[in-house]
């Protein structure tokens, strides 16, 4: 709740740092829509954090430790969304169906 423009002066001077680290961190394939998007979560998080900050003078610390942490969280997003991709019906391989044991059946009718 400081100056109304300290909000503005902090982008100003952090935000090219900030998109910066984003894409070296992040890699060749992130389109410049989802730098924006996470420099935006960035600074987000910098102002729902600006309280535990201990001295001005780090400031610039505090960001970029706030943004490699922006960066951690989506390199983790993208591998949990690599693992657990889905295909579309038509990709996935035929499985053969299980077939069916009569002998087997009967024998759990029974044992129940």
């Not at 984003?22 to 987000?44: H, K, N, W, Y």
């Amino acid at each position: 709740e400081g100056p109304p423009a300290a909000g503005a002066a902090a982008w100003d001077r952090y935000s090219r740092l900030v998109r910066s680290l984003l894409r070296r961190t992040l890699g060749p394939g992130v389109g410049p829509d989802e730098i924006e998007d996470l420099t935006q979560e960035s600074f987000l998080r910098l102002f729902r954090h600006i309280g535990e900050l201990r001295s001005p003078s780090a400031l610039g610390s505090f960001v970029i430790g706030i943004t490699l942490r922006v960066a951690r969280t989506e390199l983790r997003r993208r591998r949990v969304r690599r693992i657990l991709s889905f295909h579309a019906p038509d990709t996935l391989p035929e499985h053969a169906a299980a077939s069916s044991d009569d002998e087997a059946r009967r024998a759990l009718r029974r044992l129940y």
